[in-house]
């Protein structure tokens, strides 16, 4: 793991580029902390991935600690041939739709709770719905998002979010804006 620190655009708060790299040559799950706090990435590119991180004090290698790494289950979808695609009457739901609920710290160490439904629209399309919830007021989540392969990925206002399959009853979901907040959600 790289660590790069960088310059933050508020005061008093600070951040670094990590750059993961794994053995694994397939997908991986990296766990780590950082001053405490548990992290994860999962590498669904290969086997290297970037994230950032922010902080109140400057953040370095030596404030990443118990770094792991998994080896993250294959989820392999097949492709519907062009002759047989479904008529929006005869789309099939996928691995993702459902309700999903999860909760973890953001960037700034807040406790956060998602509540996610996600529900197939059209092929590659899904329906993203649910709440944010925290030491402030719950946030309402509405989106259109994209399935690409075993991630979905949407834009809610100024914030990107995945969620990628870990196994038919979990999911890594990761979300980054102004912050970032990385947690394992469940199927509900």
Known sequence: MAVKPVEATTLGSYAAEL????????????????????????????NTGTDSIWGPKQIGRSNITEISCQVCKQVSITPVPEDKKPVKSELKPTLFDGQWAGAGNNSFGSAQRWTLSFATTAAGQAAITGTMEGSFPTVPISASGTVSGSTLSWKDQQTLCSASLLTDVSLAFECHGQGSVQMVMKRQ
């Not at 750059?19 to 999962?42: E, H, I, R």
């Open 19 to 46: 750059k993961f790299t794994s053995s694994a040559p397939a997908c991986s799950k990296v766990n780590y902390y950082v001053d405490g706090t548990p992290y994860f990435n999962v590498l669904v590119s290969g």
